[in-house]
């Protein structure tokens, strides 16, 4: 185990690991945040003190993501599960359409939203092969006069992640990027939208990150509830209501960890390196492990596969558990392992899986 870190390695699909340092710093702040002689959970929202911590998170995220002036940068709640209804009642108006590309089933909960609200249609899918890869470009299908066209940029369940995004034109392109934001550099001028729930990536759960291009709030539907209302949160700095103010502590903390560790460029790279480790293992195999996802549709963040024999696999899980793997059972709608290596896992904790997946085969083979 590693002498500074915990001693698990918490490959968890989410909440998942955080940084290190962000939880000691956390803890070192915790009682006396700033010698204020209280905790930040216990003081106003509408206090200095705190307002600086929540300016600065979106500071941080506007410098390390590179958002244009012309987006806004909100913090929500209710999860990106929240999102799949407020996009389209903010967006969906009457007499249109909204197309959803299908790579998984957090699109398919996003799609059954949407048909709550208006109507919806599917731009793509590839449910046929289990969602084993994501569409491709020119598959995608979507009429110049939709809403807007919903993607999800990682699909967390499946293992798949989108390289390269459908260029929609003049229809926005609203992406779900909750397993997967800041993982890499994104030109987020090509989206009219992009939202996440922090517990993958960014922090906590309890706070999701919506970024907004302040043209389509102007044209959003009015009459629905204030505080399902984009433009709300906007014209508010995410204070209209009672903000999850711990979470976006922590979220600021490891926002300010990302920059320290390089910025995404950097990080980006560090996240090929710890997937290839993994992906390595299980294409020099012989078929003793097998990938669920297609190599072109492989996501960084969530490595899916499974073991040769179902026998030899629940004696994987349960030989990886007793060494201290935390979080390699897969989805029950895929079954199998999935090894989610999200920004905070270290590098050293996907050697470690690495070597044990390697010796699990020399031994069981
Ligand atoms: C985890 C996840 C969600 C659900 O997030 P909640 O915060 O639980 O609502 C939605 N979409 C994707 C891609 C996810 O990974």
Not at 203 to 210: F, I, R
Not at 305 to 312: C, T
Request: hydrophobic fraction near 35%; glycine fraction near 8%; include cysteine.
């Amino acid at each position: 185990m590693l002498s500074n870190q915990k001693s698990v390695y918490n490959f968890n699909a989410g909440p998942s690991a955080l940084p290190h340092e962000v939880l000691e710093k956390a803890q070192s702040e915790l009682v006396d945040f700033k010698s204020s002689g209280m905790s930040i959970m216990e003081m106003s929202h509408r206090s200095a003190t705190y307002e600086e911590v929540h300016n600065q998170a979106i500071t941080r995220l506007r410098s390390l993501f590179s958002i244009p002036e012309n987006y806004e940068v909100l913090f929500l709640q209710g999860g990106a599960s929240l999102q799949f209804a407020m996009v389209p009642m903010n967006f969906l108006a009457e007499g249109k359409k909204a197309s959803y590309i299908m790579s998984g089933a957090w699109s398919d909960k996003a799609l059954k939203e949407g048909k709550m609200i208006g109507e919806v249609y599917e731009a793509a899918s590839t449910k046929e092969t289990n969602y084993n890869r994501v569409p491709s470009t020119e598959e995608i299908q979507y009429d110049e006069q939709d809403a807007y066209v919903h993607i999800t940029s990682n699909n967390t369940i499946f293992g798949t992640q989108f390289h390269e995004f459908p260029e929609t034109g003049n229809v926005p392109l609203i992406a779900d990027m909750s397993s997967d934001i800041l993982s890499r550099p994104i030109d987020v001028s090509k989206f009219g939208m992009i939202y996440a729930g922090a517990q993958k990536n960014l922090g906590p759960s309890g706070v999701t990150v919506a970024i907004i291009r302040k043209d389509l709030l102007e044209n959003a539907n009015s009459t629905i509830p204030t505080i399902l209302k984009y433009s709300t949160h906007a014209s508010n700095n995410s204070l209209y209501n009672t903000p999850p103010s711990f979470g976006i502590y922590m979220l600021g903390e490891v926002l300010g960890w990302m920059e320290q560790q390089g910025g995404l460029e950097k990080i980006a790279k560090n996240n090929e390196e710890k997937a290839k480790l993994i992906y390595d293992v299980i294409d020099n195999s012989n078929g003793f492990y097998t990938g669920h996802a297609e190599k072109n549709s492989r996501s960084l963040m969530n490595i899916t596969f499974r073991v040769a024999d179902e026998q030899l696999e629940k004696q994987f899980l349960q030989e990886a558990k007793e060494a201290g793997f935390v979080g390699l059972n897969g989805h029950r709608s895929v079954g199998g392992c999935r090894a989610s290596a999200y920004n905070a896992v270290p590098y050293a904790a996907c050697q470690a899986l690495q070597q044990f997946m390697v010796d699990f085969q020399t031994k069981n083979q």
